[in-house]
């Protein structure tokens, strides 16, 4: 089995920093990958590489078999790699149902303006991360941390990924609210989504993960099952900051 992505050695600097220092890691088809580390270990810079937010210092990204390096971020999307932020970002002058419409077409703004809205596809994303009528006609700036992470799941989802880089959904969210996008997660899994989930809350990774890469100082660190990584004493090491 090919992986569906690679990283080969993939270095960033930011001038005298090193963010992501010739980090190598893949996921298979299918598969759902925790990464985890310390903060400033470099996870989302990770992510901005792999969409092309940020440029690759040295080192090459292979994405179905074929190196993405000089694809430009709306083109991975179209590919089907799609990931949400740490930070939610929706757009706030628009309610839940267009920032939904958008991510049904990200790659063209245009076609958004000019073709009629589809409320039943875009109600049916919005009830799938748990967004009733109410919801769905709700601006941003009304919505809680909680349903601000569903948007962004709905989002995502909405442009129909093969691949989704998933950054921090749990933070700030309820012990119920991890339970909802967790079922989430678990159902897209079962239609073959392939994802990497980026999390501080390892007791919420754990269902989640086939495997874990554990990173620190932009290097891997450790690698294996959710259990073997955790009993890694280098990755018990960095998280005490020893
Ligand atoms: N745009 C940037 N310019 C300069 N340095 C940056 C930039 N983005 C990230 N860094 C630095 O790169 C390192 C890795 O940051 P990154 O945000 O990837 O860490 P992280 O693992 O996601 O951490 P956290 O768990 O806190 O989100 C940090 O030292 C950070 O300060
Ligand atoms: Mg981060």
Do not use: C, W
Not at 93 to 114: C, F, L, Q, T, Y
Not at 199 to 215: E, G, K
């Amino acid at each position: 089995m090919s992986p569906l992505l690679e990283l080969r050695n993939i270095t960033k600097r930011f001038g005298g920093l090193t963010a992501v220092n010739e980090l190598s890691y893949h996921v298979e088809e299918g598969e759902s990958l925790g990464l985890i580390g310390p903060n400033g270990a470099g996870k989302t810079t990770t992510f901005n590489l792999i969409m092309d937010e940020f440029q690759l210092t040295s080192g090459q990204i292979i994405y179905r078999g074929t190196n993405i390096e000089k694809l430009p971020t709306h083109k991975r999307v179209q590919e089907g790699i799609v990931r949400t932020y740490q930070v939610p970002r929706p757009f706030h002058e628009m309610p839940v149902s267009d920032n939904i419409r958008i991510g049904m077409m990200p790659e063209n703004i245009g076609k958004m303006i000019a073709e009629a809205p589809d409320p039943d596809a875009e109600m049916a994303i919005a009830r799938s991360v748990g967004f009733g009528e109410r919801e769905f006609a709700m601006y941003p700036g009304e919505l809680s941390m909680g349903d601000l992470r569903r948007l962004e799941l709905a989002r995502t989802i909405a442009a129909g990924p093969k691949l989704l880089l998933l950054d921090e959904v749990f933070a700030g969210l309820t012990v119920a609210e991890i339970g909802q996008i967790t079922e989430l997660l678990l159902e897209k899994r079962k239609d073959g989504l392939t994802y990497i989930i980026v999390s501080h809350d390892l007791r919420s990774l754990a269902p989640l993960v086939d495997r874990v890469v554990a990173m620190s100082f932009g290097a891997l660190l450790s690698e294996g099952s959710f259990d073997e990584v955790l009993a890694d004493e280098k990755v018990q090491e960095a998280y005490l900051g020893t």
